[in-house]
């Protein structure tokens, strides 16, 4: 059966590139808001000075908002992968699993361990302490004589981890390095299927002007924007 002049868009090399790269930059955006408003909540509890009896709202959100991070930082890891599932016995799949050689650090299985850990025994509540550097303001911190003591099978990388930071772990810092890192990796990523696809996007548009489609498409995107 011969294909609708948006069936063959559609179904084009171009046009499935970018379906697959704006779904993954989709669930980076929602990890990068999930981090910003953990970041946010942090904040706001380091910079109030009030006794622990009323910790209870901004230590609840922050709780929720932890949670959220670590569960999106999970979604992102999984659509990644499938992703990648795409482009098997090719450079990019080659070059991915060499990138993910080296960014599987103590830090990554620390946080994977952590997420794991929120997901199937319980949700961790880190303490809040009066920071050491100023009097006046609160840090989150993780005990991690607590987190070995649980009947939790940490990997070996992670627990590498929690020994090279003592019993404690600032969570700021911890998001600061992790959200750093999976940054840089994933706009490596990005860089790499923006080139490997440049002949195909060039197609794709060639193809818009052959079908006539352009304009329809820009009435489209318009709607969108409005």
Known sequence: MK???????????????CNRIG????????????????LNTIDE????????????SPHDRFKRHAFNFLMSATALRDNCRRIINYYKDTEIQREYEQKVKVFHCSLVSFVEGLRNYNAHVRIILPDIVKS??????????????NLLQ????????????????????????LCLQYHTMIDQFYNWLYARLLAYHKEDFI???????????????KQITSLFRN
């Open 3 to 17: 294909q609708s002049n948006k069936e063959q868009l559609f179904n084009c090399k171009g046009w499935l590139a």
């Open 23 to 38: 779904h993954l930059a989709e669930m980076h955006h929602i990890f990068n808001e999930n981090y910003n408003t953990l």
């Open 45 to 56: 509890i380091r910079q109030q000075c009030f006794p622990k009896e009323i910790f209870f």
């Open 132 to 145: 050491p550097i100023n009097s006046q303001q609160w840090d989150i911190i993780l005990m991690t004589p």
């Open 150 to 173: 649980t009947n939790f099978n940490w990997s070996t990388l992670a627990r590498t981890y929690m020994k090279q930071y003592g019993p404690e772990i600032n969570f700021k810092d």
């Open 203 to 217: 197609a794709k548009e060639r193809l818009i002007d052959k079908l006539g489609l352009r304009q329809e498409l």
